[in-house]
Every structure is written in C-alpha cells, then in structure tokens.
C-alpha cells in the first residue's frame, strides 16, 4: 500500500515536498516512481529512483527543479519540487514496481494521488 501527502497550493516560484509511505517489508526491492496528471491531461512519468536510491532519472520538463529521493529504512520516497510552475498543476501519484522504468504500465504498487495546485 502506498499512501501520498504534501500536495497543496503553492504560488507560483514556490516549493512543495511530496513524501510516499510504504507498507511492507521490501521496499527496497522496488523502484520507486512519481508520475502525474494535470487537468484534461494523460498521466505523464515525472521521476523514477531505483531501489538502492543510486539512480534516478526525471523528465525534461521537471529536470534541475524536482529531486527524487528515499529513505528506504522508513519505506518513504520523497519528491522536491522547487521553482514550481502552473504548469506543474497535477493529481501526483506515486507508482512502486520491479523495473526502473518510465513506463506507467510496469509499475504495479499505486498510490491514490495527491493534489498539487501551483497559482500564477
């Protein structure tokens, strides 16, 4: 079970952390990934850690403003969002799986999402 907090509204420019708590006893086996979906919009791959937390990879649109992290003896991933922009207005859910991937459709752990509403 994966169980997101600390959407909100924030202006624009402002700053927001994401955590997403784990149940479970393996956590660290998973990769771990954020994904979002603004309104009118397809869900899109945001940011994705591996489990040991060494690699990561992000999308061009968040890159230098978000960073993925986790903090694996507490079964939490994290995800800084700073310089945040309109455009960023999203449901944000975070997805665990076995595959470090992009892909939406390989994660099979999903939270319920979290709202985050970037003023302008």
């Known amino acids: 079970q994966l169980v997101e907090s600390g959407g909100g509204l924030v202006q624009a420019g402002g700053s927001l952390r994401l955590s997403c708590a784990a149940s479970g006893r393996t956590f660290s086996s998973y990769s771990m990934a954020w994904f979002r979906q603004g309104p009118g919009k397809e869900r899109e791959f945001v940011a994705r850690?591996?489990?040991?937390?060494?690699?990561?990879l992000y999308s061009d649109s968040v890159k230098g403003r978000f960073t993925i992290s986790r903090d694996n003896a507490a079964n939490t991933v994290f995800l800084q969002m700073n310089s945040l922009k309109s455009e960023d207005t999203a449901v944000y859910s975070c997805?665990?799986?076995?595959?470090?991937?992009?892909?939406?459709?390989?994660?099979?752990?999903w939270g319920q999402g979290t709202q985050v509403t970037v003023s302008s």
């Open positions: 850690i591996s489990g040991s937390g060494g690699n990561t």
């Open positions: 997805a665990g799986g076995a595959w470090a991937t992009t892909a939406a459709t390989t994660y099979y752990y």
